[in-house]
């Protein structure tokens, strides 16, 4: 299969056997647990999935594995480029089950590049799942590595700065200890970091994988023996993807290659105009060919700007002005108010996440009807 385009893979993942059931709807299993007449075979199967084991054939109960949501794992993990994939609740979820089984496996230290997603940072800052960590430098990930050192934490472009880290770098300085990058921002329509070294790839499904903000997902991309470490994590600690949601998410996939063209597209547009605008002093918007990671600029932008963030919050009218990203609507939300208010404001500085920054998350509208109305409402602040 691997001749067919990402495009192609995209509509098709998790969905190549329907056709011969005369399926053509993904089957959404709600079923919480599994009727078998068999228990000294489940009990055998039991086994083997407490060792963190994919295994085949019927689930026995829900928190264990289930159908639909093994469909999502394997289309994120094929378009990923990986052997595994594991779905959590919620990108905190997947994330959390990364750190307890590094954590669980005897090397707890995290090495981790600022700036990253607001409750990440705090996650992993407050060491609330028995982590260590040291924040370093992109280029000084080398001396930061440990004996103890368990993994390498980047997110790139990054959450809200849309900051670059050159993946292939950072994974030479790692040398054994495995690079997790969190791809929420650029999705593997526009990045896929296990091209560049990276071990683990990490998403916030709830974003641009599901891309219509209603359904909430994480899930790891990995080889198969990290994925163990995940799995058994997620039995005994119960984050699990809910059905539905798994449902919605594959439903996402298939239009996330189109989504994301037409999304860049419209972001670039907005950048450059942005950048021209008079109350704007900077606008953060990747440039595709400086590291040659991305196929293009993606979908979100950063920008700051003169006049008070809260009034251009408050003035937008076709944008929508709420938290989180990777909607069919565009999205406004000021960072130091909500995606990173849970860092501390030296924290926030330090990781170069001005007050005045404004967060966009650009949709399918047109871009002249978005330029509307960002320009009137920056016009009614000033
Ligand atoms: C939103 C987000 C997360 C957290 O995901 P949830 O699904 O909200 O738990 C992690 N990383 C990035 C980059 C995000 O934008």
């Known amino acids: 299969m691997t001749e067919q385009t990402f495009w192609t893979r995209a509509v ?12 053509h709807a993904v089957p959404l299993d709600l079923s919480t647990t599994h009727p078998s007449r068999n228990s000294r075979d489940e009990a055998e199967r039991l086994d083997a999935m407490t060792t963190g084991a994919q295994v085949s054939g019927m689930p026995i109960y829900a928190r264990l594995g289930n159908p639909t ?30 750190l307890l089984a590094t954590v669980a496996a005897g090397r707890p230290h995290v090495v981790a590049v600022r700036p ?9 800052a407050s060491r609330l799942l028995g982590n260590q960590l040291t924040w370093s430098d992109p280029a000084e990930i080398g001396a930061a590595i440990r004996p103890d050192t368990g993994l390498v934490i980047i997110e790139t472009p990054a959450n809200p700065t849309l900051a670059e880290i050159d993946i292939r770098a950072v994974v030479d300085a790692a040398g054994d200890v495995p690079v997790l990058v969190d791809n929420t921002f650029a999705t593997p329509a526009l990045q896929r970091p ?8 990490v998403h916030s499904a709830t974003k641009f994988l599901g891309g219509h903000g209603d359904a909430m997902g994480g899930v790891v991309a990995c080889g198969e023996d990290f994925a163990r470490g995940l799995r058994q994590v ?40 942005l950048l021209a605008h008079p109350r704007i002093s900077a606008v953060h918007y990747p440039d595709p060919g400086k590291l040659g990671q991305l196929a293009t600029g993606g979908a979100m932008l950063s920008f700051e700007t003169e006049t008070s963030p809260h009034e251009v919050i408050s003035a937008v009218r076709l944008i929508t002005p709420a938290v989180s990203l990777g909607s069919t609507d565009t999205l406004l939300q000021h960072p130091a108010s909500l995606s990173h208010h849970i860092v501390a404001p030296e924290d926030r500085a330090a990781a170069g996440i001005p007050d005045s920054l404004l967060r966009l998350s650009v949709g399918l509208e047109s871009p002249d009807d978005l330029w509307r109305d960002l320009d009137q409402a920056l016009d009614r602040t000033g």
């Open 69 to 98: 949501v093994a469909r999502f794992e394997e289309a994120i993990a094929e378009l990923e480029g990986c052997e595994s994939g594991v779905a959590f609740g919620s990108g905190m979820a997947a994330l959390s089950a990364c």
């Open 116 to 124: 990253l997603y607001g409750t990440s940072d705090h996650l992993i």
């Open 234 to 273: 997620r039995i005994a600690t119960g984050g699990v993807l809910h059905p539905s949601a798994a449902y919605l998410l594959l439903r996402g996939l298939a239009t996330l290659p189109v989504r994301m063209e037409r999304a860049s597209a419209t972001a670039a547009v907005l950048a450059e105009r």
């Open 194 to 201: 296990t091209e560049f070294g990276a071990a683990v790839v």
């Open 12 to 23: 098709h993942v998790g969905r190549d056997d329907l056709a011969d059931q005369g399926l």
